[in-house]
């Protein structure tokens, strides 16, 4: 379904390994089925149950080099010895439908999208362990990987961590609920920003005629100015497409 008076809200979610990506990804999705995953691609082998084109498209280096070097990716990073992208294509096409879209991608990837044009339409969103005691404790019951895929994981834990400052929320995830619903609350508030409802210049448009119409005392100049400069580009200028 589109919804052209909003803009989609690029919404990224990074974590060390463990810390439940994963997890409010998919609470987010049944919270709101419109939100759209990006399915990255990836050079690493698919886990148990894992599917091709629902988890990642898993594809073999050349084919991912490829890929980068034609620009079809957003992003990409080398992660844990694979690699690992957005791609570009899905990304514009949903935020012009209005369409949010959930990356959950590492610092790296992170940083180029905050880089890009589209750093205006974006919300990202670190989820920090409770302790690291814990984070080990959840890499092991979630029983993906085995000891030696652990370890790698939590030896680039704190890697991951010591970005976390880069972000514009940072959640401690402890109590699942309270995760989940403090989430749901920055992506209520986020897509109200004025970057993400292009539909608000017409109805002060509509509120300008009005006010004219009604022969209200004091006649507005043309176009209210903003009081004060948006934080995050202006409402009044085109989103620029995705490179
Ligand atoms: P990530 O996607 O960041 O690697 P996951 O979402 O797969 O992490 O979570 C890792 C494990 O921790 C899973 O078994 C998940 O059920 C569990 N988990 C996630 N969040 C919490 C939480 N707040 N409390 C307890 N367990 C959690
Ligand atoms: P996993 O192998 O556990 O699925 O993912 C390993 C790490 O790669 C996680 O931190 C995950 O967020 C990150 N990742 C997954 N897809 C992408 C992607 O497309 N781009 C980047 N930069 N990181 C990704």
């Not at 995953?37 to 599917?51: D, I, K, L, Q």
């Not at 844990?80 to 610092?107: C, E, H, M, R, T």
């Not at 994981?153 to 402890?174: A, C, P, Q, T």
Request: net charge neutral; proline share 7%.
């Amino acid at each position: 379904m589109t919804n052209p008076s909003r803009r989609g809200l690029l919404i990224i979610l990074s974590s060390p390994s463990g810390a439940g990506k994963s997890t409010m990804a998919r609470a987010l999705r049944a919270w709101d089925p419109t939100i759209n995953f990006s399915v990255s691609a990836t050079t690493r082998a698919p886990r148990p149950g894992e599917e091709d084109g629902t988890d990642y498209r898993f594809v073999g280096e050349e084919h991912f080099r490829q890929a980068v070097a034609e620009g079809e990716m957003l992003e990409h990073a080398h992660v844990f010895g694979n690699f690992y992208g957005s791609p570009k294509a899905p990304v514009q096409a949903a935020i012009d439908q209005g369409q949010d879209i959930l990356f959950d991608i590492d610092w790296q990837g992170a940083q180029q999208i905050r880089n890009s044009d589209l750093n205006t339409h974006t919300l990202s969103i670190f989820l920090l362990p409770p302790s690291i005691t814990e984070l080990k404790r959840r890499l092991e019951s979630r029983g993906q990987d085995d000891a030696e895929t652990i370890a790698k994981r939590m030896g680039k834990s704190w890697d991951e961590i010591s970005h976390w400052d880069g972000y514009d929320f940072v959640l401690v995830n402890d109590d699942l609920d309270q995760t989940e619903a403090r989430l749901k609350s920055i992506i209520t508030a986020a897509r109200l920003r004025l970057s993400q409802q292009p539909a608000i210049k017409d109805h002060v448009r509509r509120l300008q005629s009005e006010f004219e119409d009604l022969k209200c005392p004091s006649t507005p100049s043309p176009m209210p100015a903003p009081r004060s400069l948006p934080r995050r580009g202006s409402p009044l200028t085109p989103m620029s497409s995705a490179r």
